[in-house]
């Protein structure tokens, strides 16, 4: 056990999977780094540096620097998965999906089912997403919610170094396509990690917080989020419970239900969009199978429905924040719309 | 070179054997009996057996749309191929995928693609794994001439040459991307563009199994001896439309017809090995009457399937959720 980083717990879940399965593969843009350069070889270890130590341990056949050519190595990845092997391919922003959605889409997530179940495709393909890098629209949406539409992807967003580690050995292990989702503005977050290998259940929720005044659900960032609004909630006498889902595909219905059969009131926190968010899919799981247990009109917080903005002033104003979802709190136990 | 009897008399087989099932697919299709959309590969067997021949349980392929062929060049199951055409519980798919998703990872054949293009980095994956595990095995993207206009085709060129993987792209260039030909879609050309990604080329007439056979040949050695990708330019013909049910008015009038006279890779392939006195006609017309009864049987079984249940439709969309 010992204080890591975000970042270091992820890249020890890769290299102790390595270490233990060889058919473990890495790829993507500048996972090492300095492919046929002059200058150093694992030069960049990923653009913030999550794989970096990875290539000289485990050589230059198995961690794999690409071309930037999304459409040919995801669905390289997706192919080698389904022919034996096990990749943990990098799409290096989330944003960059759209040049390789139908490779994770329509090829990876349906193998299985459209080849009547004689397909094992476990691929693991690690995504930075979220806003506050002052990355402006192309590099700082979430787009969780489009994978987690799709029937065959299993989606995870870890919110904190030990769910990062346990999630991520899980998803390598785990033999569906993996979309794992990381927020690049938590990579120097550290916390208490254990050395050893061990895994965190898909569809198993995280319960941060217990309080009867009312239930928040957060996901990835945004649960620390919640978790600073809870403790300020706390100061004035207000108790939450907060749920992070960890995994948005599948998802711990049980426990949000559970809780919301306690409080009755429910703040759904997601930094995607409010259009066919997790915010929207929660509030559509609390109102069509709990309608009954709701004391209060469901509250969601989320980003708006605009583009990332660039200037620091908009972005800050853009991403949710503990005063927002304690305000969200406040509105629920008044009942107010 | 030289061909056994056996592996000639297969390979006919192989051709015969796509050509009745299409053929026989186009009247059942025709007749209301099949769902969706099938698209028929009549006329481009040469190119499918030629290169699949010599491929091996270690080997991968990845088709287009167009699919039945390569499914039945690769060792395909024929009865349940049919069966998944016509969506019963035991097709090779269970009736998941039907003719546009026809598949058999056992078999090394990893799809037939609804998407335009999906094909080919797969096959580079599929590659990858061979070069990574050491199989020795290769892998073939067959795209159309529609297909090798597509992004994802490019790139893979590219990766498979980066990465100096045992690759083999097979262009299958029938004339016509859906309703448009590909004189007018295909900017530059099929070898032009393998020179430009640093592959070798070959152009060949698909008509012609052995000249497909050779091209391949060489294809496949230099990528199983680690010398990376290479580009084969099939010129051949599909006698049916893009999509059954394609009124086909794009193509001249009396194409097809001159085409199934003039340019008949089976009758090409029949007058090569009887001048040459390798095979006699009577044993070809014994595999044509053995091919017969398989289509017949697989259409009366397929038929006679059960479809799948409501229990069968929430199957398989994971190994475990």
């Known amino acids: ?337 | 070179m030289q061909h056994s009897r056996q592996f000639l008399l297969e390979s006919y087989r192989s051709m015969a054997t796509i050509r009745r099932f299409e053929d026989r697919v186009h009247d059942e299709f025709a007749g209301g009996k099949i769902p969706g959309f099938v698209h028929l590969y009549a006329g481009e067997e040469a190119s499918a057996v030629g290169v699949c021949s010599q491929l091996d349980s270690r080997d991968a392929i990845a088709s287009t749309h167009r699919g039945h062929g390569h499914c039945i060049a690769k060792g395909c199951d024929v009865p349940a191929m049919m069966k998944e055409i016509y969506g019963r519980r035991d097709g090779l798919c269970g009736g998941k995928g039907g003719s546009m998703h026809i598949a058999d990872l056992a078999k090394g054949m990893l799809g037939a693609n609804g998407i335009v293009g999906g094909g080919p980095p797969l096959v580079c994956g599929a590659a990858l794994t061979a070069k990574y595990l050491k199989t020795g095995g290769v892998a073939v993207a067959f795209v159309g001439d529609g297909g090798s206009n597509q992004g994802t085709t490019l790139e893979s060129y590219n990766l498979a040459k980066v990465w100096q993987l045992p690759v083999i792209f097979v262009v299958e260039d029938n004339g016509y991307a859906e309703s448009t030909a590909s004189a007018w879609s295909v900017g530059g050309s099929q070898l032009g563009r393998a020179a430009g990604f640093g592959m070798p080329g070959a152009e060949v007439d698909g008509f012609d199994f052995f000249a497909v056979y050779d091209v391949a040949r060489d294809a496949i050695e230099r990528a199983r001896n680690g010398d990376g990708p290479s580009l084969i330019h099939a010129r051949l013909s599909r006698y049916y439309g893009h999509f059954e049910g394609d009124a086909m008015t794009y193509r001249a009038p009396g194409e097809t017809a001159k085409l199934r006279e003039e340019k008949d890779s089976l009758k090409i392939f029949r007058k090569q090995v009887t001048s040459a006195g390798l095979l006699e006609h009577k044993e070809i017309d014994a595999v044509e009457a053995e091919v017969s009864k398989l289509i017949d049987e697989a259409v009366a079984a397929a038929e006679a399937a059960a479809p799948p249940s409501e229990a069968d439709l929430a199957t398989d969309v994971y190994v475990t959720y």
């Open chain 1, 1 to 337: 056990m010992s204080k890591k980083s975000y970042r270091d717990a992820i890249r020890e879940a890769i290299a102790g999977e390595m270490r233990r399965d060889h058919r473990v593969i890495v790829m993507g843009e500048d996972n090492a780094g300095g492919a046929g350069t002059p200058g150093e070889k694992d030069a960049w270890g990923g653009v913030l540096g999550v794989t970096k130590g990875l290539q000289p341990e485990f050589g230059a056949d198995r961690v794999l620097d690409t071309p930037i050519t999304e459409s040919a190595f995801i669905g390289a990845a997706a192919g080698a998965a389904a022919t034996g092997l096990r990749p943990i391919a990098e799409l290096m922003f989330v944003d960059f999906m759209g040049v390789c959605f139908d490779q994770i889409f329509n090829q990876a997530a349906k193998f299985r089912y459209m080849f009547g179940g004689k397909a094992v495709t476990p691929l693991v393909i690690r995504t930075m997403y979220g806003a506050g890098f002052r990355a402006a629209s192309q590099h700082s949406q979430c787009l969780y919610p489009l994978f987690t539409h799709i029937p065959g992807l299993k989606v995870v967003l870890p919110s904190s170094p030990y769910d990062a580690k346990g999630l991520l050995i899980q998803a390598i292990r785990d033999d569906d396509p993996v979309i794992f989702f990381e927020h690049k503005l938590m990579y120097d977050e550290a916390a208490e990690v254990p050395d050893e290998s061990y895994t965190i259940p898909f569809g198993e929720a995280n319960v941060t917080r217990e309080g009867r005044d009312a239930t928040i659900v957060a996901f990835g960032r945004m649960v620390n989020l919640a978790n600073q609004a809870a403790d300020e909630l706390k100061r004035q006498g207000v108790g939450v419970t907060v749920i992070d889902p960890r995994t948005t595909s599948p998802l711990d219905t049980e426990t949000i239900l559970d809780s919301v059969a306690e409080t009755g009131r429910l703040v759904v926190v997601d930094e995607s969009h409010p259009r066919c968010s997790m915010a929207s899919d929660i509030a559509r799981l609390v109102a069509e199978e709990a309608f009954s247990d709701l004391k209060a009109p469901i509250k969601t917080v989320t980003a708006p429905h605009t583009p990332v903005p660039f200037s620091p002033a908009l972005e800050d104003i853009y991403v949710p924040t503990p005063a927002k979802i304690r305000d969200a709190v406040f509105a629920v136990r008044e009942g107010r719309a």
